[in-house]
């Protein structure tokens, strides 16, 4: 079960950082195999204006208040990779959407930039294999 969170509370975060979205995603958000006292809290967000180091910290401990909990991981969807993107995508559970449906709304654009980036995430397993193999032909018995 998602923690019981203060909507008020929620709303000045909110306000304060000037969040588009929150979303959680990961083992929280399907609640398979969450060990609440083990397992973080994955949480996106989208904010209207880009946030600094201090803001980024101040949103942190402000959401780990907010949740009772101390072990969030928290990702900026901006600037996330492809692949957490699409994480997002399929597992997501809205926290806060400032315009109702604008979740549903991004995930195509989550998914795009997920299959934009599939080829340079090829080459680079392809890369990590050849390197692999080198080292392996390397060691000695």
Same mark, same amino acid.
């Given at each position: 079960m998602l923690t019981k969170i203060d909507t008020d509370k929620l709303q000045q975060v909110?306000?304060?950082?000037?969040?588009?979205?929150?979303?959680?995603?990961?083992?929280?958000?399907? =609640?398979?195999?969450? *060990?609440?006292?083990?397992?973080? #809290?994955?949480?996106?967000?989208? /904010?209207?204006?880009? &946030?600094?180091? =201090?803001?980024?910290? *101040?949103?942190?401990?402000?959401? #780990?208040?907010?949740?009772?909990? /101390?072990?969030?991981? &928290?990702?900026?969807l901006q600037t996330a990779s492809g692949l957490l993107k699409e994480a997002v995508a399929n597992d997501g559970r809205v926290l806060y959407e400032k315009e109702e449906g604008y979740f549903q709304q991004l995930c195509p654009y989550l998914y795009k930039c997920y299959y934009e980036t599939r080829k340079f995430r090829q080459i680079k397993h392809a890369l990590f294999e050849k390197k692999l193999a080198e080292e392996l032909k390397n060691v000695r018995p």
């Open positions: 909110v306000e304060k950082y000037h969040l588009k979205l929150l979303v959680y995603y990961g083992s929280y958000a399907r =609640q398979e195999d969450y *060990d609440h006292s083990r397992s973080d #809290i994955d949480i996106a967000f989208i /904010s209207e204006q880009q &946030l600094g180091s =201090q803001q980024l910290f *101040d949103l942190m401990s402000d959401l #780990i208040m907010l949740h009772r909990k /101390s072990n969030i991981d &928290l990702v900026n």
